[in-house]
């Protein structure tokens, strides 16, 4: 994940202070510049959490960067997963999970479907070939007569790598 995309994994709550660190790393190697950078990325993990947060938050007042909110930050860190799971860095199950339950699961996006679950941000296909997956993953029984449980768990795979691919199409723009 690049720097924002780190950011917005913060703001989604899924980084604990001892990472924030890392982050900092990751502004530096992308060419970003502070003097609140350049302490925080030398930080040791063990230092005092407020210590680090503060750096943190001094390097992003110094670079201009403002911490997205929440909603916005659960759609950028569910497309900064989308992205490793194209560069093969996760699995599209696994990742999908991650997207499910931490990222978009860190904003109440319920509150805003109108028919279906993530409607409001279009993850509502998505979320349902993630479910079927997991609902072939644990039936008792095959479920077609011509395709084995394992072979429509390949198809849906496939079929869900595609789907994520659209979602972060039509939200790329958005944030």
């Known amino acids: 994940m690049n720097f924002r995309q780190q950011i917005a994994k913060y703001a989604t709550g899924n980084v604990t202070f001892d990472q924030l660190p890392e982050i900092g790393m990751a502004g530096l190697e992308e060419g970003l510049n502070s003097p609140s950078l350049c302490i925080l990325a030398g930080m040791d993990k063990n230092e005092s959490a407020f210590e680090i947060e503060h ?16 909603r ?12 490793e799971i194209i560069a093969g860095k996760k699995d599209v199950i696994d990742g999908t999970r991650e997207i ?3 990222a978009i699961d860190s904003y109440d996006f319920f509150s805003e479907s109108e028919k279906y679950c993530y409607d409001s941000i279009g993850f509502e296909y998505a979320y349902g070939l993630f479910d079927t997956y997991d609902e072939l993953q644990n039936a008792d029984r095959p479920w077609q007569t011509e395709k084995t449980n394992e072979e429509l768990m390949l198809e849906t795979k496939t079929e869900l790598l595609e789907e994520l691919k659209s979602w972060k199409e039509k939200n790329k723009n958005g944030i």
Not at 72 to 83: E, K, L, M, P, S
């Open 100 to 102: 499910r339950y931490k």
């Open 55 to 70: 750096y943190f938050k001094m390097a992003l007042e110094e670079l201009n960067i403002l911490i997205p909110d929440k």
């Open 72 to 83: 916005q930050a659960a759609i950028y860190y569910g497309i900064a997963i989308v992205d």
